[in-house]
């Protein structure tokens, strides 16, 4: 998908995204909002998978390790097909199939997700499966910068460095929130960028908010040079609706019916 399509996408997906939080009274809105540019770019533009094959061999595979932003991942699944839309309008309702974070019986997801910190490993798992079997196939990950603080992650990040996983990408959205605040107040994270590299991975850096410094790095990766590749994804919690952005009470939260109007104003404007 162009360049253009995807930053119309994008939006029309930010109004989605409101709408199912809203009418099914639950989710992580900020945290949704500010990962959402770079699900959208992932799958149209970089990501081989195949609603109508979710299980086809070849696809790439795709681990939303911070899983309570499930309603991202939902809207962006509803899209391309794998989620019909009247599955994806019974959200928060009850008996719903579709609920607080991904599991495996949800066409499209690799694996169940939301305990924060498992679903690097996961990934690694999978892109070593791919190198021991000689498979073609990438995998990917989004972790949340909050999950940094845990150490399964970093036993991960040693795991990918020692079997050169070049076929797998890891992505931080690095919005400095999390449900207690700064994340430089709960937990320091910095410098990310060294500490990864320390660890022998390649790392980049992006402006998560912006779709074509999205499509720019994602499409920069060598997946030749023998090392797992790690992307700070700078963005913006709650982005899109000024009175969510940059608020740590939206990591998890539903709008009041004069907060979804003007939440969907704000994003009909820029739609």
Same mark, same amino acid.
């Given at each position: ?114 305990? /924060? @910190? ?5 990934? +690694? ?10 498979? *073609? &196939? !990438? ?99 709650? /982005? @899109? ?5 940059? +608020? ?10 004069? *907060? &979804? !109007? ?10």
């Amino acid at each position: 998908m162009e360049v253009n399509l995807l930053k119309q996408k994008s939006e029309q997906l930010r109004l989605n995204l409101i709408n199912l939080i809203y009418s099914g009274r639950t989710g992580h809105t900020g945290g949704d909002l500010s990962v959402l540019n770079v699900l959208t770019v992932l799958y149209n533009r970089i990501l081989n998978v195949d609603a109508a094959h979710p299980k086809m061999p070849e696809r790439d595979r795709f681990v939303l390790s911070k899983g309570h932003c499930a309603e991202a991942l939902y809207c962006v699944l509803c899209d391309k097909g794998f989620i019909s839309h009247d599955e994806l309008d019974q959200y928060g309702k009850d008996f719903a199939h579709l609920g607080g974070h991904p599991d495996v019986t949800i066409p499209g997801v690799e694996i169940n997700t939301g305990a /924060l @910190g498992h679903g690097l490993a996961a990934g +690694v798992g999978m892109a070593l499966a791919a190198k021991m079997k000689n498979k *073609q &196939y !990438k995998t990917y990950v989004v972790m949340g910068d909050g999950e940094q603080a845990e150490g399964s992650i970093y036993e991960a990040a040693m795991a990918a460095n020692k079997y050169h996983l070049d076929n797998l990408v890891a992505i931080i959205d690095r919005n400095g929130l999390q449900i207690s605040g700064s994340t430089e107040d709960v937990m320091p994270l910095e410098s990310i960028r060294e500490r990864w590299t320390a660890f022998g991975w390649d790392v980049k850096q992006m402006n998560g908010d912006n779709i074509d410094a999205i499509v720019s790095t994602l499409e920069s990766i060598d997946f030749e040079n023998g090392k797992p590749h790690l992307i700070i994804s700078k963005t913006t919690k709650g /982005l @899109g609706v000024s009175f969510m952005e940059n +608020v740590a009470k939206w990591h998890h939260g539903v709008p009041n019916e004069e *907060q &979804y !109007k003007q939440a969907l104003e704000e994003l009909r404007v820029k739609s």
